[in-house]
């Protein structure tokens, strides 16, 4: 069967951590398109802020639909807890807020803070609590283009950042599953009329199909290479590899699993030899 171009160019940006000058490649070889961030767009990586201003721009201007990823999880954490302190004035929440701080420091947050100039809880950038507000965890794309925050009833391409919003015995709430489980935690049940998921969190060499859910974080912050999906129904999506400054060598210590999806590449300027 023929893969089926959507209504409108839907394409998928998995885990960038703080790699803008992706983002802005990813801009460029799509300037049409729609495009669905997985979430993990902050820390580790070199700009966080400048790629959260990005995406936050595309937002702005109805190019952009942000999911959470579990580094934005944990960013919220401490910052969530810091608004209640400063209500309640109990050192308790204080407390808690402080234990989700270091809780994202120690999970990549530290090269915000460095960034940042020194990130605090009292000292936390308006720009990046903005984009911590009104993150999506769970979405649907429909053959139209449309983006559906419930399964529809029609056939539809499941997004989220790790998995398929299920049960899981660390995990009662779905929807926080769905930021953390691995592919190893399944297997992972989806609505009726899913035609396949879509997912980052889990780095892996090449992007890589395990049954109906498809992985396409390659560790783009250290590799260089983002892997981005131009969304079909019946069929696959095409997935083109933006390869740019990193070192892609270190993506061979990723978990290889599955199947290897078919994938364009496209070298950027400055980019080492493949």
Request: hydrophobic content about 35%.
């Amino acid at each position: 069967m023929t893969a089926q171009a959507l209504g409108r160019q839907i394409v998928v940006i998995p885990d960038l951590h703080g790699r803008p000058d992706l983002l802005d490649a990813a801009i460029r070889q799509f300037p049409q398109a729609h495009f669905v961030s997985l979430g993990d767009a902050i820390d580790r990586g070199p700009n966080s802020l400048r790629a959260v201003e990005t995406l936050l721009t595309l937002q702005a201007e109805g190019r952009a639909t942000l999911l959470m990823g579990n580094h934005e999880r944990m960013a919220q954490e401490g910052l969530k807890w810091y608004r209640r302190y400063q209500g309640t004035h109990d050192l308790g929440d204080y407390r808690k807020a402080m234990e989700g701080y270091r809780w994202w420091m120690q999970a990549g947050g530290e090269s915000v803070r460095h960034e940042a100039g020194g990130l605090t809880l009292e000292r936390f950038p308006e720009l990046l609590e903005t984009y911590l507000q009104d993150l999506r965890r769970v979405v649907y794309v429909t053959a139209d283009g449309a983006i559906h925050d419930a399964a529809p009833q029609e056939p539809s391409v499941l997004i989220s950042h790790a998995a398929p919003p299920v049960s899981h015995p660390q995990h009662p709430n779905p929807e926080s599953a769905a930021l953390w489980l691995r592919p190893f935690e399944g297997p992972f049940s989806m609505a009726a009329g899913v035609e396949y998921s879509i997912h980052g969190h889990t780095p892996v060499p090449v992007p890589t199909r395990l049954g109906r859910h498809l992985y396409i974080d390659l560790g783009a912050y250290e590799t260089g290479r983002l892997a981005v999906a131009d969304l079909r129904l019946n069929g696959p999506p095409e997935v083109t590899v933006l390869c740019g400054r990193g070192e892609p060598g270190r993506g061979r210590r990723y978990t290889r699993f599955g199947e290897p999806l078919p994938v364009r590449a496209v070298d950027l300027p400055g980019a080492p030899l493949r």
